[in-house]
C-alpha cells in the first residue's frame, strides 16, 4: 500500500477515536446526537477497508492470536483494573459483599457488560472490545472461506440485524443477557462489508473532497438539530444509522485527506500516533473520565456552562496527557530491553498491545 494512504488512514483512525472521545464527555443534546450518529461504525468500516488484504495474509490460527492479543487480553486487563478501582476506591466492600462481589465480577467478564459492576463509572464504555473481537474473527472468517457468498452474508446479517432490533423493541430478548454483545455481531458485519465495498471508492473521495465534506456534514447537522433520536436508537434506528454512518465515513475520510495533504507535519505525525494506538487510548478515556469527576466535580449533563465546559477540557486533555505518558513510558521500557528476548515489563505489554486494527 502507498505509503501516504497508510498515513491517511492512520489520521483517519486518530480522527475516529478522537470523536469516540469528544462524543463521550458531557454535551448538550445536539453535540453528542451528532457525534454517536457516526463515531462507533468508523471502527467497523476501516477494519473492511483491508480485511480482503488480512484474509489472504493470515491464517485462521495466527489471525485469531494476533485480535485475541490486540483486543481480549486488553480487555481483561482493563476490567481487573476497572473492578479493583470500583471495588477498594469506589465503593469499598465490606467481607460479607465478597461473594456477591465476585459473582458479578465473572458476570462482566462472561457477558462483557460493563453495568454488572459496581459503580460502572470506571468500565462504562468497555463493552465495546468483546463484540469487536467477534466481529474482527467473523468478517476474516466471511472473506477467507465464503468470499463468493459475501452478498448473501451482507443480506442475511442485515436480515438478522432487523429481526434483532424487532426483538428489542418488543422485549422478546435482553440485550444485557447476550454473551460479549453477540445480538451487535450482525450489524457490525453489515457495517465492516459496506468498508470493503468502501475501499475501491477512496480514488472518488480524494477527488471530490470538498463536496463530499459539504455533503457529510450537512448531513450530520441536520440529523442532530432536528433531534432524530440518532445516539438512542444507535443500534435500532437501522436505516437513519446506516445513512449517518455513511455520511460519517465520507466527513472523516475526507478530513484525513485534507490533513495528510495540507497540515504542519507535527499536526500529522500527533494524529496518526493517535489513529495507530487506538485501543490504549479508548481504555484510558473510560478511566480518566471519571477520575476528573471526581477531583473536579460532577458537571451538568446536557448543560451549557463555564463548569461544564471547563470539565469537558480537563477530561479530554487528561486522556491525552495520561496516553502520552503511558506511550512513553512503554517506548522507554521497550529501548532499555532493546537487546533482550524476553521482556514482559509493563511498558512492552503497553507497547505490544497498542494498535487495535
Known amino acids: 500500500m502507498n505509503p501516504q494512504r497508510n498515513l491517511t488512514i492512520d489520521i483517519f483512525r486518530g480522527i475516529a477515536i478522537l470523536s469516540i472521545v469528544i462524543g463521550h464527555l458531557h454535551w448538550n443534546s445536539y453535540v453528542r446526537n451528532f457525534f454517536f450518529s457516526f463515531h462507533l461504525p468508523l471502527f467497523f468500516i476501516v477494519t473492511g477497508l483491508f480485511i480482503e488484504r488480512s484474509a489472504e495474509k493470515y491464517r485462521f490460527i495466527p489471525f485469531f492470536i494476533h485480535k ?8 481483561f486487563i482493563a476490567i481487573a483494573v476497572s473492578a479493583c478501582i470500583n471495588f477498594l476506591v469506589a465503593d469499598p466492600p465490606s467481607l460479607t459483599q465478597m461473594p456477591d462481589l465476585t ?13 454488572s459492576l459496581i459503580n460502572a463509572n470506571y468500565s462504562l464504555y468497555l463493552w465495546f ?9 467473523g468478517i476474516y472468517s466471511v472473506f477467507k472461506y465464503f468470499s ?6 451482507l443480506i442475511a446479517s442485515f436480515g438478522i440485524s432487523f429481526i434483532i432490533w424487532i426483538g428489542s423493541k418488543y422485549g422478546w430478548y435482553d ?12 450489524l457490525m458485519l453489515v457495517f465492516g462489508m459496506i468498508g470493503h465495498y ?3 471508492k477512496l480514488t472518488y473521495f480524494y477527488s471530490k473532497k470538498i463536496p463530499n465534506l459539504l455533503i457529510g456534514f450537512g448531513i450530520l447537522i441536520f440529523a442532530s438539530i432536528f433531534d432524530f433520536d440518532v445516539r438512542t436508537n444507535a443500534y435500532t434506528n437501522l436505516g437513519l444509522f446506516f445513512f449517518t454512518s455513511a455520511a460519517g465515513f465520507i466527513v472523516v475520510y475526507t478530513c484525513a485527506l485534507i490533513i495528510n495533504k495540507f497540515s504542519n507535519y507535527r499536526l500529522k505525525k500527533i494524529i496518526a500516533i493517535l489513529g495507530k494506538n487506538s485501543l490504549v487510548l479508548y481504555i484510558l478515556h473510560c478511566f ?16 451549557i456552562t463555564i463548569e461544564n465546559i471547563f470539565f469537558n477540557i480537563i477530561a479530554f486533555f487528561t486522556s491525552l496527557l495520561i496516553f502520552f505518558l ?24 503497553l507497547y505490544k498491545y497498542a494498535n487495535v486494527v
Not at 485475541?68 to 480487555?75: A, E, R, S
Not at 463468493?148 to 452474508?153: A, D
Not at 440485550?175 to 450482525?186: A, N, R, T, V
Request: hydrophobic fraction near 40%.
Open 68 to 75: 485475541f492479543k490486540k483486543i481480549v487480553i486488553p480487555f
Open 326 to 349: 503511558v506511550r512513553s513510558i512503554s517506548k522507554i521500557s521497550v529501548t532499555r530491553h532493546v537487546e533482550v528476548k524476553q521482556d514482559h515489563s509493563l511498558g512492552r505489554l
Open 103 to 115: 459473582e458479578k465480577f465473572f458476570h462482566t467478564i462472561v457477558r462483557g457488560s460493563s453495568g
Open 129 to 137: 472490545l468483546p463484540p469487536f473481537f467477534l466481529f474482527s474473527i
Open 175 to 186: 440485550p444485557e443477557g447476550m454473551i460479549w454483545g453477540i445480538d451487535k455481531l450482525p
Open 288 to 303: 480518566t473520565y471519571p477520575i476528573v469527576h471526581n477531583i473536579v466535580g460532577e458537571p451538568q449533563d446536557g448543560s
Open 148 to 153: 463468493k457468498y459475501r452478498l448473501f452474508f
Open 198 to 200: 468502501l475501499s475501491s
